[in-house]
């Protein structure tokens, strides 16, 4: 592999506005190479900056400090030799797949006539052949990532940035599209020299990329690095490819939720990500795991395929076990600890006792609000204070997800109650008498 320089970043930071003016730090010191030849896959949490990083390097916003070049070139807007597929399609729902795909070759001023032989051809390319004059709505999911991604490549890109591009797409017809982009790259029937790929998919990273970059959160920053030496095409069945995959879930667990000490609640800030998951898939991860299948301990890629769920959906359930003590996360395996047994065994009246109290003991944020609600004189409170407190740390749109998570868990857990037409939480009834 040519160890030429398509993509250099270099101390890349960048910072967003709060609601209250303060700026939260998204990215911080980022150091990047993309080599001629290469594709490199992006791993990390939500909130890591993975689809902020992107749009820097695609010119799309500018970072607060720090050089990004392009073949050493600085990048101060769009650059020609790099184009960007995108998670949602945004496809313009008003013109045909053959308008969507030139779209990008009338930005740069090609006469009509060589637009339209280009994008013919990048069709027949992707499989879209003889669907250049249908509108959007007609096309499945799959067909309209295949025009995202022919409108990127009919420019004749030297880097293509893809942002969870098959992420919205059902697994079978996923894994079709990224075997059809390796087909193209590996058989060098597009000119693009590099591809980096944002993705959730443990599975999909280790099939796809020659390296995988892990970004730490809160703030973004690289914090390792695996090397993929398997030739292309993979088996995933085999045992190099399954020993990587085991890898890389341990490099992914290896999160801050990790180090906290149950039962110490200010380990973490109380403006604390909490992952965004739900009681009932907390709880039928535990269930999983308890069964004599398992018997309290899984593999994580065992455990995704005998759930068939994504992975984007699963470590958020992964951190909430660990977080709350009911689970521990080791080198990609995943173990009930004493309490989350108990917690599997319990009556349903016990299992949200445990809950609650789990809540107190990790989660400062609950505790807040629970100890908030025992000093003031009537044991109501309105939800605003709390969430403005969210604000000072997070995104309001993240405060807004962030609380409505410790509302859900804290109700459930029976640590207080929250009336949803006057947004405001209540000490439980019980406790009141």
């Known amino acids: 592999m040519s160890q030429n320089v398509l993509i250099q970043l270099d101390g890349v930071a960048k910072s967003f506005r709060l609601s209250d003016g303060t700026a939260r730090m998204v990215l911080d010191n980022v150091d990047f190479r993309l080599h001629d030849g290469e594709i490199v896959a992006l791993l990390g949490k939500s909130g890591s900056g993975k689809s902020t990083l992107l749009r820097i390097m695609a ?14 070139n600085p990048i101060y807007g769009p650059a020609a030799g790099i184009a960007m597929v995108f998670q949602s399609f945004a496809l313009f729902p008003w013109l045909t797949v053959q308008q969507n795909v030139e779209l990008g070759l009338e930005a740069q001023g090609v006469p009509i006539a060589e637009r339209e032989k280009r994008a013919d051809a990048v069709l027949e390319l992707i499989g879209l052949s003889g669907f250049g004059g249908a509108l959007p709505r007609e096309l499945s999911g799959g067909m309209k ?174 951190e909430a076990l660990a977080l709350l003590g009911l689970a521990f996360l080791d080198k990609g395996d995943i173990s009930l600890t004493p309490l989350g047994r108990r917690y599997v065994e319990a009556s349903q009246s016990v299992k949200k006792a445990i809950f609650g109290e789990q809540l107190l003991a990790c989660v400062p944020l609950a505790a807040h609000i629970r100890h908030s609600l025992e000093s003031d004189v009537t044991g109501a409170l309105s939800e605003k204070p709390f969430l403005e407190l969210l604000k000072e740390s997070l995104e309001a749109d993240e405060a807004g997800r962030v609380l409505e998570v410790a509302v859900e868990w804290g109700r459930y857990g029976e640590i207080y109650e929250y009336d949803f037409h006057t947004g405001r939480l209540t000490l439980p009834e019980k406790e009141e008498e």
């Open 59 to 72: 010119g799309l916003i500018p970072a607060d400090s720090g050089n990004i070049r392009y073949r050493g």
């Open 145 to 318: 990532q295949r025009v995202g991604i022919a409108r990127a490549l009919v420019t004749n890109p030297d880097v293509l940035l893809m942002d969870e591009a098959f992420s919205a797409l059902d697994v079978l017809t996923g894994e079709t599209l990224r075997d059809d982009m390796l087909e193209l790259w590996d058989g060098q029937l597009i000119p693009t020299k590099g591809i980096l790929i944002v993705s959730h998919n443990i599975e999909e990273a280790v099939m796809m990329a020659d390296r995988i970059l892990f970004l730490s959160s809160d703030p973004g920053r690289v914090r390792c690095e695996v090397r993929v030496d398997l030739p292309r095409p993979r088996n995933v069945d085999s045992q190099e490819v399954r020993a990587l995959i085991d890898e890389v879930y341990a490099l992914m667990t290896m999160r801050a939720v990790q180090e906290v000490v149950v039962g110490v609640a200010a380990a973490i800030p109380i403006a604390y990500r909490l992952p965004e998951t739900d009681i009932s898939r907390i709880e039928g991860v535990l269930d999983l795991l308890a069964d004599e299948q398992f018997d309290g301990r899984a593999d994580l890629p065992q455990l995704s395929e005998e759930t068939e769920l994504p992975d984007e959906e699963l470590f958020p359930a992964y």
